[in-house]
């Protein structure tokens, strides 16, 4: 892995105008200046020491620029040392934007990729044949479509049901950051907003992964994992592995959620998404157990395990109370809180936030019953991850426990709450403190590394996806996250890479063997866009 060549860490996507601008540096200096890229000073200023920052255990001194707010590309300097080079615009982030979409557009399943919308990275059309249930290969069902999950190809309920969680919520929440960007996909220019065109391709598998009693298959894969062939080159059968309770409620709720929202655009397809929320939940209701999921024997593709299925069922009643009105989803989702309290978390693995936020954003009458008690639970979470990001020089709401397979999941969750907590009251209390997250992201980070590929001149560039490699082009498929650092890397490269004792937030190889550093998936890209989302539309878009 190639070590950063700037020691003055900056977000390589740039900076607002009126943005709060800090750059971190692992290195003990009092001053620093900003120049344009030809050397013209610009400002200069005086560093603050913060001190020992322990996720990374380097001795960090800032530099707050937040006082310059001409458009330009620039980059500081202090003594011999520099950044990389940045701008500053009135709405420097359309270009990640785009990138971090069209990226879900290069996982698309089932399909031809053409060259006038993927470019260089095209690929012919995968996984078509029909997929047989594992335990009864007398049931054969065609389900291609959706996106790759991640750097494998296969396909999972539960963690397409987060994905898609995040973007329609980013749509929903901030739709005039969305009204016109298209994105050179081919549904562009169709009518309806290309966020919408995109996560129809997900919406459309998912509902094919319905058996007919309501039940839901919680994946369709392989038996085993591809080798790092291309996606058409993978033509192992394909299998539908056993329904779940997490699987049938989680497609409840996406469903139920879309469907409000793509009423304007498709009243036909809108009414099929709540046609199939209804089925499922029937089923739901009729199985009121939690049915788990394990790998059966001979099957190694992705689990998605959970321990039970509380938060998933709360989920779905919360959509389909806050679509319809209906008082007997409400009492059901009254009837889940004797179970559990969900928290505001926003992951695959727990998605109670998902339910609060669908209940206090919808305009049910009976909805104040429980809003101020929702509202805290965001709150409250909000307030914690403030202490943590603090507590980091880097300003990142992480502590080293959270520095796991997928911490940039982690870090990009966190940036929702905040932005969550901000449009509950009103405020832009957190909005620096999201800013913050995605500086992290972008570059302002212990590696000095932009953790989207494309973006930035020191920007990983080879993450662990099976196409990415294959295709034999050097530079990667744009506007993919990186899972980021894990302070226990599980795989060959990473261990042989990463020296014993490193501290978390340097527990990263840019490597596309290393899936336990610098694996992608859809669920890193969509928090990803939600934050993102949300930064843009504070500045007036």
Known sequence: MKTCPYRIFVNQAGYGTGYTKIAAMPFACESFRLEKLDGTLCMEGKTTHFGLDKCSNDDLWLADFSAWTECGEYRLVSGEDTSAPFVIEEKPYQPLMKDLMRAFYYLRCG?????????????????????????????????????????????????????????????????????????????????????????????EWMMKMQREDGAVYHKETTAQHAAFVMPEEDTAQLYLLPVSSMATADLVAVCALASGMYRP?????????????????????????????????????????????????????????????????????????????????????????????????????????????????????????????????????????DYIWGSNMVLMKHAMTFAIADELTGSDRYLTSVRRQLDYLMGVNALGISYVTGNGAF???????????????????????????NRHPADADAEKLIPRGTPPMKCFVDVWGSYSTNEITIYWNSPTVFALAYIMSKDGR
């Open 459 to 485: 920007c990983y560039n080879n993450p662990h996806l099976r196409p990415a490699y294959a295709d034999g082009i050097e530079a990667s498929i744009p506007g993919m996250v990186s899972g980021g650092p």
């Open 111 to 203: 399909q031809d990729l053409l060259p006038e919308h993927a470019g260089l990275y095209v690929h012919k059309a995968c996984h078509t044949t029909p997929a047989l249930e594992w335990v009864n290969h007398d049931v054969c069902k065609e389900v291609f479509g959706g996106w790759h999950d991640a750097g494998d190809y296969g396909r999972y309920v539960t963690a397409g049901a987060c994905a898609l969680a995040h973007l329609l919520y980013a749509f929903r929440m901030f739709p005039e950051v969305f009204a016109g960007m298209e994105w050179n996909i081919p549904e562009s220019g169709n009518g309806t907003p290309d966020i919408l065109n995109e996560c129809r391709v997900e919406l």
């Open 265 to 401: 655009y498709d009243a036909a397809f809108a009414d099929k998404l709540l046609e199939t929320a209804l089925l499922s939940y029937k089923w739901l209701k009729d199985n009121p157990s939690f049915l788990g999921f394990r790998n059966p024997e001979g099957c190694g593709t992705g689990g998605y395990y959970e321990s039970n299925d509380y938060s998933n069922r709360f989920w779905a009643c919360a959509e389909l109370y806050a679509l319809t009105g209906e008082e007997k989803y409400h009492r059901d989702m009254e009837d889940a809180l004797d179970e559990f309290f969900p928290l505001a978390q926003l992951g695959y693995g727990e998605v109670g936030g998902f339910g609060l936020l669908a209940y206090l954003l919808c305009q049910q009458e009976k909805r104040h019953k429980l809003v101020c008690k929702f509202q805290e639970s965001f709150l409250d979470e909000a307030a914690r991850l403030q202490r943590m990001a603090d507590d980091c020089g880097y300003g990142a709401a992480m502590k080293d426990t």
